[in-house]
């Protein structure tokens, strides 16, 4: 079965901080992404990669930057956390192999003080 | 860009009955595909279902199956017998070709199944 791990589950922490969010999958898999999950809004993509060092934006990619630097891994990184950015944040990684089919990983509830 | 929009933020079901959810697509592409995932509570989003835009036979997976309307852009789910374990957030998203497996969400639809 294909896995996806993220670092915390619940993380807390206070306007300014900078903030890692971790990612990481074992399926060899090409392409990474990123999304922020709110009530009434879905999922919206922030940043996805389709290879070492490649990233590009999604739709809302304001005050966020990404880093893989290993095919397994995906980083989000918020450069300095405001109180908007709480959010649930979810990691998917896909093959080309599979069009259009993601897995998930278990989300990160993020609160920013 | 495309947009998929579900319309019912929230519906109900029996257990046993059938249920469905509803999903219209904006595409000016012709070949594309189409999905619903599902997010329990507190659990991982998983995949339920895909659709191709090119094939007219609709997609079913054991009790879940689509009404796939290419020219009215609608791509509903059907749930039949339902079971509590259907409860959950049901996600439609699309996925054009070539965007690297790119999907668009729609804004989900939380399902209560009842006894």
């Known amino acids: 079965d294909v896995k996806v791990t993220q670092s915390s589950r619940y993380l807390v922490k206070r306007t300014g901080e900078k903030v890692f969010l971790e990612c990481v999958q074992d399926?060899?898999?090409?392409?990474m992404f990123w999304y922020r999950q709110d009530p009434g809004l879905g999922l919206r993509l922030i940043y996805f990669?389709?290879?070492?060092?490649?990233?590009e934006k999604g739709d809302i990619p304001e005050g966020y930057s990404v880093s893989r630097e290993k095919k397994e891994r995906f980083s989000l990184i918020l450069e300095s956390a405001s109180t908007n950015q709480t959010s649930m944040y979810l990691c998917?990684?896909?093959?080309?192999?599979?069009?259009?089919?993601?897995?998930f990983g278990p989300g990160t509830r993020l609160t920013v003080l | 860009a495309q947009t998929v929009t579900q319309s019912q933020p929230e519906m109900s079901v029996q257990e046993a009955e059938t249920v469905t959810l509803s999903c219209t697509y904006d595409?000016?592409?012709?070949?594309?595909?189409l999905f619903w995932y599902k997010q329990p509570p507190s659990r991982q989003m998983i995949l339920v279902i895909r659709?191709?835009?090119?094939?007219?036979q609709n997609a079913t997976e054991n009790r879940f199956s689509v009404n796939f309307q290419k020219a009215a852009k609608s791509f509903s789910l059907k749930i039949s017998d339902s079971q509590l374990g259907d409860a959950a957030m049901y996600f439609c998203?699309?996925?054009?070709?070539?965007?690297?497996?790119?999907?668009?969400f729609g804004t989900g639809t939380r399902l209560q199944v009842t006894l």
């Open positions: 990669s389709y290879d070492v060092k490649m990233k």
């Open positions: 998203a699309y996925n054009g070709t070539g965007t690297a497996s790119k999907l668009t």
């Open positions: 659709q191709e835009a090119y094939k007219q």
């Open positions: 399926m060899d898999h090409e392409n």
């Open positions: 998917a990684s896909s093959s080309d192999g599979l069009v259009g089919e993601q897995f």
């Open positions: 595409t000016s592409e012709s070949d594309y595909y």
